[in-house]
């Protein structure tokens, strides 16, 4: 928060998301893929606080999108193949996140 006089300005900077092992699912190539996520995430993020162009904001959402739907099938056929059974549930999540 910044206090100029009577005003004050309330603002949250946010950091950028730092890969851990702590979010491993212990799947290779699904960490990879979260691991590929992170980055896009935070390429959207340096791309907001440095006030890019449209068009290559335009591409970052793009991409983030792409990839995004590309896990999210990914993610599925793994936990089909396996037979997850918290399967339903995490696909309603996926859903639901795609059609925001």
């Given at each position: 928060?910044?206090?100029?006089?009577?005003?004050?300005?309330?603002?949250?900077?946010?950091?950028?998301?730092?890969?851990?092992?702590?979010?491993?699912?212990?799947?290779?190539?699904?960490?990879?893929?979260?691991?590929?996520?992170?980055?896009?995430?935070?390429?959207?993020?340096?791309?907001?606080i440095?006030?890019?162009?449209?068009?290559?904001?335009?591409?970052?959402?793009?991409?983030?999108?792409?990839?995004?739907?590309?896990?999210?099938?990914?993610?599925?056929?793994?936990?089909?193949?396996y037979?997850?059974?918290?399967?339903?549930?995490?696909?309603?999540?996926?859903?639901?996140?795609?059609?925001?």
């Amino acid at each position: 928060m910044i206090i100029f006089g009577e005003l004050i300005i309330k603002f949250h900077i946010m950091t950028t998301i730092i890969w851990t092992e702590a979010l491993s699912v212990k799947i290779a190539s699904i960490d990879e893929q979260h691991k590929k996520l992170i980055d896009l995430i935070n390429d959207f993020y340096n791309n907001i606080i440095t006030h890019s162009a449209q068009e290559m904001m335009s591409d970052v959402i793009k991409a983030l999108k792409d990839y995004t739907l590309y896990h999210f099938t990914a993610e599925e056929n793994y936990m089909r193949q396996y037979g997850y059974t918290g399967f339903p549930g995490h696909k309603k999540e996926h859903d639901y996140f795609v059609g925001k």
